[in-house]
């Protein structure tokens, strides 16, 4: 993720580049935290938009943390597709696994930064 604004305490947004076959796309992503459920549970509603408009996907991604030890966490992911027209569903259903992986990776790398 690049370019990771704070917009309020439930609002960010990033600029993500996503593998498309040969080629990295530049997606527009706006995040709202949604369901907060300290400490367990946190859920996130993530909108990503490519730069020309034609690719617009709506997930929700939730995140179950549990302790493991003292010290240390153990956090669960889970992507849930909400938006997608049904052509770009049925064509780009292995991108948009893929896109969903970089993303998450994407995520982990910034909260990674801050810790």
């Not at 993720?1 to 990033?14: P, T």
């Not at 580049?17 to 040969?22: E, I, M, Q, T, Y």
């Not at 706006?30 to 859920?43: A, H, N, Q, R």
Request: glycine share 4%; with cysteine.
């Amino acid at each position: 993720m690049e370019r990771v604004k704070i917009l309020d305490q439930d609002n960010f947004s990033a600029l993500v580049r996503v593998k498309a076959g040969l080629f990295k796309l530049k997606m527009y992503l706006i995040g709202e935290i949604v369901e907060v459920s300290p400490p367990k549970s946190l859920v996130v509603i993530i909108k990503l938009k490519s730069m020309c408009a034609i690719i617009q996907l709506s997930q929700r991604v939730i995140f179950l943390l549990s302790s493991v030890d003292e010290g240390n966490t153990e956090v669960t992911c889970q992507v849930v597709m909400e938006k997608i027209a049904p052509f770009f569903f049925t064509i780009l259903l292995r991108w948009i696994r893929a896109m969903a992986e970089d993303t998450l990776h994407g995520i982990k790398a910034y909260l990674g930064q801050l810790s």
